[in-house]
């Protein structure tokens, strides 16, 4: 009888450290920081991890969406530095984004190096991936989770259909503030434009540029057709990867038990992410594409030949660019794209 009494205790005493100790590191809330936000995939993507996450951990973990980089002034170049420091507690950011910080990641912005969604997949979920998220959780102070994806980015423009890099001699072009960007369209005889992408639609509406690359997903969510963008050029020069993260710190702070079920809730968003950002666009459905022609777009499919002129062009700044990558780290993404 004594024996379960003092037992009895124990436990009681268990729970109540227990509890006291989530008191302690437990928030109210936390920070979840994305690029775009409901109106597109991605967004949709940060309200369903935090969905998942409040509903697996039985309410412990709140989380709060905040869009547009909002949390950085929308400078989405510096949202991974505000992750490490502490300001932001969790994002689903973009690999172009972070690339300035983690030069790793400028691997998926190497102009062509993925012709299609099996190449992607075999980075994203092959050796290659987990090679970048050991780099993340060591250099970056984060803990990765899950892949998801803003699609191949495609090239508009108000201007006229390009099918050959002599088209977009002079034109401005927005693009990230990534350098590897503003090389490879300077390459394509363009004048590349940095901005954020809060101002990326007023400069398109406005004439400031001419024309801008993203996935078709952001082209109709975005609406650009009414800022001008008439003309689409299909050329799949560059994907976008996205990936989940938990500042460490933060993650440390949780029980394993809240932590796995971060993690789960992290994958399962992650792969119906992937769904959506492809659904319309990837086989043989082509809805979005349907969409896209039907507001008065003149969609252009490069024949291999005039995709093979954009990879010419390009070459210099793909071998410049595999340097600083890391030539193992491309030959292993090169190798596993040939196997797919």
Excluded at 119 to 140: S, W, Y
Excluded at 302 to 323: E, G, H, I, N, S
């Amino acid at each position: 009888m004594l024996r379960r009494t003092f037992i009895a205790a124990a436990i009681a005493a268990g729970l109540l450290a227990s509890g006291a100790a989530q008191a302690q590191t437990y928030r109210a809330e936390y920070r979840l920081s994305t690029t775009l936000g409901p109106a597109f995939p991605w967004g949709q993507a940060g309200e369903r991890w935090i969905e998942l996450v409040r509903e697996k951990t039985h309410g412990r973990i709140n989380i709060k969406l905040y869009a547009g980089n909002s949390l950085v002034g929308g400078e989405q170049t510096r949202e991974f530095t505000a992750i490490r420091q502490g300001v932001i507690d969790m994002s689903i950011g973009s690999t172009i984004n972070w690339s300035p910080q983690i030069k790793e990641l400028n691997l998926f912005s190497l102009p062509f190096l993925m012709p299609d969604y099996k190449a992607m997949d075999a980075l994203t979920q092959g050796e290659v991936g987990k090679d970048l998220f050991a780099v993340l959780e060591k250099k970056g102070d984060v803990i990765p989770l899950a892949w998801g994806e803003n699609g191949f980015r495609e090239m508009s423009n108000s201007k006229r259909a390009i099918t050959s890099p002599a088209d977009m001699k002079g034109m401005k072009f927005r693009v990230v503030g990534s350098p590897l960007y503003n090389e490879t369209f300077s390459a394509l005889g363009a004048n590349p434009t940095q901005m954020s992408w809060a101002d990326a639609q007023p400069a398109l509406a406005s004439g400031a540029v001419d024309g801008q690359e993203n996935p078709l997903s952001v082209f109709v969510a975005a609406k650009l057709t009414n800022v001008g963008q008439k003309h689409l050029t299909l050329w799949h020069y560059v994907a976008d990867p996205l990936i989940f993260v938990v500042n460490k710190q933060v993650w440390n702070s949780w029980t394993p038990a809240d932590r796995e079920a971060v993690r789960q809730a992290a994958l399962q968003a992650g792969r119906e992410n992937i769904e959506k950002a492809r659904k319309g666009i990837a086989g043989s459905d082509n809805a979005v594409l349907k969409q896209i022609e039907a507001s008065g777009v003149t969609v252009t499919h490069l024949t291999p030949a005039q995709r093979d002129a954009f990879v010419l062009a390009t070459r210099p700044v793909y071998q410049k660019w595999a340097k600083t990558i890391g030539a193992d780290l491309v030959k292993k993404a090169e190798a596993a794209i040939a196997k797919r």
